[in-house]
């Protein structure tokens, strides 16, 4: 199967716009309930915020004595950055909200039962819209209550926005795509040739593995005695160690094994057509600086060497024709999503 460069660059436009069009979706609250008058009216009193609700209806028992903890999990497993739940019990219900970058819960409780009239999901969904915001924009609760006399400066300063956090990536990573576009140097006539590719990663945040496929397409070439074309399509097994360096910062290093398939085909002048298929094994290192858009999407800039572990010489009848580099340096830009 032929891989064209035009069908390259539509998957990587399509990735590009996709990546930027989650990039730009709203702020996601989960919504623990089993009242649904609440969620609802949970979606509309935070929807002027920008923020989107994923309703769970049965959520996991948040225990008494690690509700904050509870209210943790069941952000990182939505992908959420807060926590919204109300809870009914014999004596009446209990709202509790919580936001993971502050790490903190509030707990209210309402002498309401289940089902809630309109006019209490209404007043619910408004209450836990004011504790969210408490939590953001005063998130030391455990600290004294000022005097009456600091008051209008507190209210003052509370009124300006909060700044946004860094987004971090979420503990329980499993699997990415990187999509990579860019350059290769080292191949025929040392010249520079497009360079496309699509890896597997397997733990993107930690100490991993990566499994790509790269390729450069068919390129004419020419010679004092060939004219034809190269092409390389790549298969290459790597361990990557991620390093945070900064909120939104990453580099990444990176060595492993690659196979390379080559093809040359040609006329050889004087002697006729000629075709050639090899592979090459080689041994791979690299690095890339990755920059954190969001939580579960990255840009980087990276740069790997494969090393081949034979020189290819091409000759007939003993007089050279061509000769790859045995060193073939690739840089490129990459795009990264989380998909697991």
Do not use: C, K
Request: charged content about 20%; aromatic content about 4%.
């Amino acid at each position: 199967m032929r891989v064209t460069l035009d069908g390259v660059r539509v998957v990587v436009v399509l990735a590009v716009w996709l990546s930027l069009a989650r990039a730009n979706a709203s702020e996601t609250i989960v919504a623990a309930s089993t009242d649904a008058g609440f969620t609802v009216a949970l979606e509309a009193a935070l929807a002027s915020a920008g923020m989107s609700v994923v309703v769970v209806h049965d959520p996991p028992q948040l225990e008494v004595s690690d509700l904050t903890g509870g209210a943790r999990r069941l952000a990182d497993r939505e992908r959420a950055t807060a926590t919204i739940a109300l809870v009914f019990g014999d004596d009446g219900a209990t709202l509790l909200a919580y936001d993971l970058d502050v790490d903190r819960v509030l707990v209210r409780s309402l002498p309401y039962h289940a089902p809630l009239t309109e006019a209490q999901a209404a007043e619910l969904a408004r209450t836990a819209r004011a504790m969210l915001h408490a939590l953001r924009v005063t998130p030391d609760i455990d600290a004294p209550p000022p005097h009456a006399t600091d008051a209008a400066a507190i209210r003052e300063h509370a009124a300006l926005p909060a700044p946004t956090p860094p987004p971090s990536l979420p503990d329980a990573s499993v699997l990415a795509l990187e999509l990579v576009g860019g350059a290769r140097l080292g191949t025929a006539n040392s010249t520079a040739a497009e360079h496309g590719a699509i890896a597997l990663v397997w733990r993107p945040d930690a100490p991993g593995l990566a499994v790509a496929g790269s390729f450069v397409p068919s390129r004419s070439v020419e010679t004092m005695a060939f004219s034809g074309s190269v092409s390389d399509l790549t298969l290459a097994i790597t361990g990557r160690v991620p390093l945070r360096i900064a909120s939104r910062w990453t580099i990444v290093g990176e060595g492993g094994v690659a196979l390379h398939r080559i093809r040359i085909a040609g006329v050889v002048i004087g002697a006729g057509s000629v075709e050639s298929l090899r592979y090459d094994p080689a041994l791979r290192a690299g690095g890339s600086a990755v920059f954190q858009l969001r939580r579960d999407i990255g840009v980087g800039v990276g740069l790997s060497v494969d090393g081949l572990l034979r020189r290819q010489d091409y000759s007939l009848d003993g007089a050279p024709l061509l000769a790859l580099p045995v060193v073939q340096l690739t840089v490129g830009v990459a795009l990264t999503a989380v998909i697991l």
